[in-house]
């Protein structure tokens, strides 16, 4: 149970996110790797409803200083009729590429910068954390099986 609790706190901490807690839990804990990938999932898509809340509150009580709303309105100004056109592939590649400074946490910030639809942009973001978790988990599996070879453990995947 212990190693749930710690997949579910991996696959929320900002920039390691499921990257780390799939490759966690199907080579250090050998766990089911369907298994990972669901607690992983689960717990990374949950970042984005407190994440995006949580920007709307910051951005009430800074948007008075002029040097923040202008940046914010400039983004979302410039950026508009890009949205309109790659709203769905480029948050979700955002979130999908497996790399640092990529992900959930990431892909809600870009959302709220560019001050995307609240609905749509969740369904965006999860299609990302779901690519990025098969990802994973096949390069874990992969990976593991390969592990496990050399150093001659018995795999329970």
């Given at each position: 149970m212990e190693q749930y609790l710690i997949l579910i706190l991996i696959s929320m901490l900002p920039w390691i996110e499921l990257r780390g807690s799939i490759p966690i839990g199907i080579i250090v804990?050998?766990?089911?790797?369907?298994?990972v990938f669901a607690i992983a999932v689960t717990a990374n898509s949950l970042i984005y409803f407190p994440g995006r809340f949580a920007?709307?509150?910051?951005?009430?009580?800074?948007?008075?200083?002029?040097?923040?709303?202008?940046?914010?309105?400039?983004?979302?100004?410039?950026?508009?009729?890009?949205?309109e056109?790659?709203?769905?592939?480029?948050?979700?590649?955002l979130?999908?590429?497996?790399?640092?400074?990529?992900?959930?946490?990431?892909?809600?910030?870009?959302?709220?910068?560019?001050?995307?639809?609240?609905?749509?942009?969740?369904?965006?973001?999860?299609?990302?954390?779901?690519?990025a978790g098969i990802v994973m988990t096949g390069l874990s599996m992969i990976m593991g099986g390969v592990i496990f070879d050399v150093l001659k453990i018995p795999k329970s995947f």
């Open positions: 804990y050998g766990l089911n790797p369907l298994v920007l709307g509150l910051f951005y009430r009580y800074v948007e008075n200083i002029g040097t923040v709303k202008n940046i914010v309105e400039r983004v979302r100004k410039k950026s508009t009729k890009k949205i056109k790659y709203e769905f592939l480029g948050l979700t590649l979130v999908a590429v497996p790399l640092p400074f990529t992900g959930a946490y990431t892909g809600t910030l870009a959302a709220w910068l560019l001050n995307m639809d609240y609905r749509k942009s969740f369904v965006y973001i999860l299609a990302g954390i779901l690519i």
